[in-house]
């Protein structure tokens, strides 16, 4: 009997953080802003296929982005709360379908698109990352 459980424990880090609420979003948003952070969220539902297929790929990219010179955060939120009702966050940005990806810097959202392409991802983060110094 394999348990798909055993994976999460090879994960030393799990560098994507999870947020529930309106508040911890904002929270988040507002601290992002001041150390002018890109921020990476991944909307998801835990039935759907695409966005556990994703969010693997998500989690690499996010071991892999340890760049000092521009700090980014990653963050993942369940559209769906735990009374299988559209979270307030969802509900807010008009979530219909996932996996969605938002991408935010100072507070205003950059882009948005659904995808379950780890390369599409890793280069709007690029676009959005890169120093025009």
């Known amino acids: 009997d394999d348990d798909d459980d055993e ?3 090879l994960c030393p880090v799990d560098c994507v ?3 529930k609420t309106e508040e911890e979003f904002s929270r988040i948003l507002s601290k992002a802003e001041a150390s002018n952070a890109l921020v990476v969220v991944d ?3 835990t039935s759907c296929g695409s ?3 994703i969010e693997q790929g998500f989690a690499k990219i ?3 982005a340890g760049d000092p010179q521009t700090p980014i ?3 993942k939120h369940n559209v769906l ?3 299988d009702e559209q979270s307030e966050v969802a509900e807010r940005l008009k979530i219909r379908s996932v996996p969605l990806f938002h991408f935010y810097k100072n507070g205003v959202i950059l882009e948005a698109f659904a995808t379950r392409d ?3 991802i890793l280069q709007t983060i690029r676009k959005y990352t890169h120093s025009d110094s």
């Open 17 to 19: 953080k999870e947020f």
């Open 118 to 120: 780890k390369d599409r």
């Open 81 to 83: 709360d735990e009374y």
């Open 43 to 45: 909307f998801y539902r």
């Open 7 to 9: 994976d999460d424990e």
């Open 62 to 64: 996010c071991r892999g």
């Open 51 to 53: 966005c556990k297929y």
């Open 73 to 75: 955060i990653f963050l």
